[in-house]
Antibody, heavy 119, light 109 residues
Framework: EVQLVQSGAEVKKPGESLKISCKGSGYSFSSHWTGWVRQMPGKGLEWMGIIYPGDSDTRYSPSFQGQVTMSVDKSISTAYLQWSSLKASDTAMYYC????????????WGQGTLVTVSS | EIVLTQSPGTLSLSPGERATLSCRASQSVSSSYLAWYQQKPGQAPRLLIYGASSRATGIPDRFSGSGSGTDFTLTISRLEPEDFAVYYCQHYATSAPFTFGPGTKVDIK
């Protein structure tokens, strides 16, 4: 069974750094694109970007380019999303998701990580 | 970048009724690379449809997708109580970003 398990909720202050994780299991982690989706409180889904664990090829949405960094550690089947300096506007639920077998849709989703940034 | 619009914003229906949700793209979505997701409060989204019309594993056949080019439709033939949720379309054609539409909320009339 494919599973994506994300790290727990975080409460941070503006200006702090943060790295959240997404551990895949039940499939060949290196062979499937993994993506990140933001959902701000009460709002819709925003496609942030994707990373191919096999070679760390990364594609960012222009809206998120330079604001976050995606990375992977293939040895532990884990993808990461990190911020170097959080802002209050980064407060949101962040989902990781795995590509489908036939294209760039997200077939499998993590449970989400709630990030709260507040002074 | 392809922009998706969804209509209506909210659809108020009763259990047993038919729901028709629309997703329109700002440019043609090649090879019908369009997906639909369902999201319930407090839950992660769930894939319903990919390739415009292929049901994902375990999705009931009351859910169907259709369309091509710039106009796509998600139809729920007879609404069950568990179908009241928010529905998003997403394209995955050409190059990233593979944007989502703003969503349609299906609520109980």
């Amino acid at each position: 069974e494919v599973q994506l398990v994300q790290s727990g909720a975080e409460v941070k202050k503006p200006g702090e750094s943060l790295k959240i994780s997404c551990k895949g299991s039940g499939y060949s982690f290196s062979s499937h694109w993994t993506g990140w989706v933001r959902q701000m409180p009460g709002k819709g889904l925003e496609w942030m970007g994707i990373i191919y664990p096999g070679d760390s090829d990364t594609r960012y949405s222009p809206s998120f380019q330079g604001q976050v960094t995606m990375s992977v550690d293939k040895s532990i089947s884990t993808a990461y999303l990190q911020w170097s300096s959080l802002k209050a506007s980064d407060t949101a639920m962040y989902y990781c998701a795995r590509y489908g077998d036939y294209g760039g849709y997200f077939q499998h989703w993590g449970q989400g990580t709630l990030v709260t940034v507040s002074s | 970048e392809i922009v998706l619009t969804q209509s209506p914003g909210t659809l108020s229906l009763s259990p047993g009724e038919r729901a028709t949700l629309s997703c329109r793209a700002s440019q043609s979505v090649s090879s019908s690379y369009l997906a639909w997701y369902q999201q319930k409060p407090g839950q992660a989204p769930r894939l319903l449809i990919y390739g415009a019309s292929s049901r994902a594993t375990g999705i009931p056949d009351r859910f169907s997708g259709s369309g091509s080019g710039t106009d796509f439709t998600l139809t729920i033939s007879r609404l069950e109580p568990e179908d009241f949720a928010v529905y998003y379309c997403q394209h995955y054609a050409t190059s990233a970003p593979f944007t989502f539409g703003p969503g349609t909320k299906v609520d109980i009339k």
